[in-house]
């Protein structure tokens, strides 16, 4: 099973069957559909490296070691097979 980054970039959907899955936990989702776990993980869109979420005050944002705060309208959402 190949491991695909979501094209339309929207949290939660399954990168195989393109539906949405269910939070098991955070960063961790099940697909109904496919009967498949993820970890979700968050990229960053200028150096396609690992970023951080950070969550505070009602706020989500992420964060790249090398590149700074990531709007999280940019953000790629990346799920791997658990």
């Given at each position: 099973m190949t491991n695909k980054t979501v094209n339309n970039n929207q949290e939660g959907l399954c990168p195989?069957?393109?539906?949405?899955m269910n939070v098991v936990s955070p960063q961790h989702y099940n697909c109904p559909h496919c009967k498949q776990h993820y970890f979700e993980q968050f990229i960053c869109p200028i150096c396609q490296q690992s970023a951080q979420i950070i969550k505070g005050c009602g706020a989500i944002n992420y964060i790249c070691p090398s590149d700074g705060l990531i709007s999280s309208s940019k953000v790629i959402f990346h799920y791997l097979p658990e």
């Open positions: 195989t069957c393109h539906n949405k």
